[in-house]
């Protein structure tokens, strides 16, 4: 059974950091397509950030320079280093593993950005 667990959301003034975890189970994690999307209230699902099985990484614009994504292998966990927060960061942030047309998802994780 394939699991992913997202964790390390919360509320946070702006300016300040979080780090969110995706632990993944029945699934080796570097051998997927690993991203970060959010979800804010009343819109479609964003993507944040993905990075692939070479290590490679990619961010969406408006969050370029202020997040990083990241891979232990070791813990089969990908993360989203959050610095720099702002209140349009706020969402459900939820973790997928893509693997040509198979797809996988996280429950989702609470962001929440006070100005």
């Known amino acids: 059974q394939v699991r992913l667990v997202e964790s390390g959301g919360g509320l946070v003034q702006a300016g300040g950091s979080l780090r969110l975890s995706c632990a993944a189970s029945?699934?080796?994690?570097?051998?997927?397509?690993m991203s970060w999307y959010r979800q804010a209230s009343g819109t479609q699902r964003d993507l944040v950030a993905t990075?692939?099985?070479?290590?490679?990484?990619n961010c969406a614009d408006s969050v370029k320079g202020r997040f990083t994504i990241s891979r232990d292998n070791a813990k089969n966990t990908v993360y989203l280093q959050m610095n720099s927060l702002k209140p349009e960061d706020t969402g459900v942030y939820y973790c997928?593993?893509?693997?040509?047309?198979?797809?996988?998802w996280g429950q989702g994780t609470q962001v929440s950005v006070s100005s």
């Open positions: 997928r593993a893509s693997q040509v047309a198979i797809v996988y």
């Open positions: 990075i692939i099985p070479s290590g490679d990484t």
């Open positions: 029945g699934i080796t994690a570097r051998n997927y397509a």
